[in-house]
């Protein structure tokens, strides 16, 4: 089973600023598996990037995804309060698909 | 627009069976293109994902929760359900269904609200 260890575990920025969370499998990921998932309090996740680099419909431009083999980032070029919340990666491998375990993105 | 709902019971007692059911709207279940999926969040922690069901019944589930998860289609309701038998307290958790791409690149691109499901006597 491929294991993601994301980084930092809470990351503290002030709006305006920019934010790169890490996801580090433990073995090579295919791209085209590996997605990033936006989730509020309360809320149910978002899809924000798939296969690695790809923004969803509707996600504005200042988030982008980059990387590949074992690590993989997501990085919001200038923060917005609306940005401020809980990030998962996940990926597929061998029939079976994990989640990373967060990164909370918290207001400075 | 595609939108996705559970439900079913806000509380299972210890060893029995959970059961939630997805009903599914603006898409249809019986579509090719995708798996129809569960997902669980226990309060506070990450996601966890249990199992899906293509619209010919094809199942694929986690291996660690394969000896007590059932999920079945049915596609004249446009809806899909979830059974976990032999319940404990380690399976209290927000259940979330999610639409799943079946083809790459791979990824959950509609889910439900959730449901918590407590498991307490």
């Known amino acids: 089973e491929i294991v993601l260890t994301q980084s930092p575990g809470t990351l503290s920025l002030s709006p305006g600023e920019r934010a790169t969370l890490s996801c580090r499998a433990s073995?090579?990921?295919?791209?085209?598996?590996l997605a990033w998932y936006q989730q509020k309090p309360g809320q149910a996740p978002r899809l924000l990037i798939y296969?690695?680099?790809n923004r969803a419909t509707g996600i504005p431009d200042r988030f982008s995804g980059s990387g590949s083999g074992t690590d993989f980032t997501l990085t919001i070029s200038r923060l917005e309060p609306e940005d401020f919340a809980v990030y998962y990666c996940?990926?597929?491998?061998?029939?079976?698909?994990?989640f990373g375990q967060g990164t909370k993105l918290e207001i400075k | 627009q595609v939108q996705l709902q559970e439900s079913g019971p806000g509380l299972v007692k210890p060893s029995e069976t959970l059961s939630l059911t997805c009903t599914v709207s603006?898409?249809?279940?019986?579509?090719?293109?995708?798996?129809w999926s569960w997902i669980r969040q226990p309060p506070g922690k990450g996601l966890d994902w249990i199992g899906y069901?293509?619209?010919?019944?094809?199942?694929n589930y986690n291996p660690s929760l394969k000896s007590r998860v059932t999920i079945s289609v049915d596609t004249s309701k446009n809806q899909f359900s979830l059974k976990l038998s032999s319940v404990t307290a380690a399976d209290t958790a927000v259940y979330y269904c999610?639409?799943?791409?079946?083809?790459?690149?791979?990824?959950?691109?509609?889910w439900g609200q959730g449901t918590l499901v407590p498991v307490s006597s």
């Open positions: 996940q990926q597929y491998d061998s029939s079976l698909y994990t």
């Open positions: 073995q090579s990921v295919s791209s085209s598996y």
């Open positions: 999610a639409r799943l791409r079946a083809a790459r690149p791979l990824y959950f691109d509609y």
């Open positions: 603006g898409g249809a279940v019986s579509s090719g293109l995708y798996y």
């Open positions: 296969g690695a680099s």
């Open positions: 069901i293509y619209y010919n019944g094809n199942t």
